[in-house]
């Protein structure tokens, strides 16, 4: 079983930046596709961006495209989400994600949360206007 957690949330200012980091530790990691995923207040879970194994393939919700960057280190494990130009509302407990199940080049099969199978628990990043 993997594990995953993640770090680097906190409170910034609009327009400032935030690191996010998910370290994995368990199964086999630089095989699996990975993404992370937000909650805000009041709304339901949704799709960040997503990473392939080799990092290949990247996919971003249209919210944060051009403004946050998905990177992963197979060496060290470790999942990222640099968030750039930060606005209230990206808002949100953001988690991280990966997925044990057969790969599908498609948007719509990373974006899906049914795709993964493991999940961290959680990191709080709030952005005051």
């Known amino acids: 079983q993997v594990q995953l957690v993640e770090s680097g949330g906190g409170l910034e200012q609009a327009g400032g930046s935030l690191r996010l980091s998910c370290a994995a530790s368990?199964?086999?990691?630089?095989?699996?596709?990975m993404a992370w995923f937000r909650q805000a207040p009041g709304k339901e879970r949704e799709f960040v961006a997503a990473?392939?194994?080799?990092?290949?393939?990247?996919y971003y919700a249209d919210s944060v495209k051009g403004r946050f960057t998905i990177s992963r280190d197979n060496a060290k494990n470790t999942l990222y989400l640099q968030m750039n130009s930060l606005k209230p509302e990206d808002t949100a407990v953001y988690y991280c994600?990966?997925?044990?199940?057969?790969?599908?080049?498609?948007?719509?099969?990373?974006?899906?949360?049914?795709?993964?199978?493991?999940w961290g628990q959680g990191t709080q990043v709030t952005v005051s206007s």
């Open positions: 994600a990966a997925s044990y199940r057969p790969s599908y080049p498609s948007a719509n099969y990373y974006g899906r949360e049914s795709t993964y199978t493991n």
């Open positions: 368990g199964r086999t990691f630089n095989t699996n596709i």
């Open positions: 990473i392939s194994g080799s990092g290949g393939r990247i």
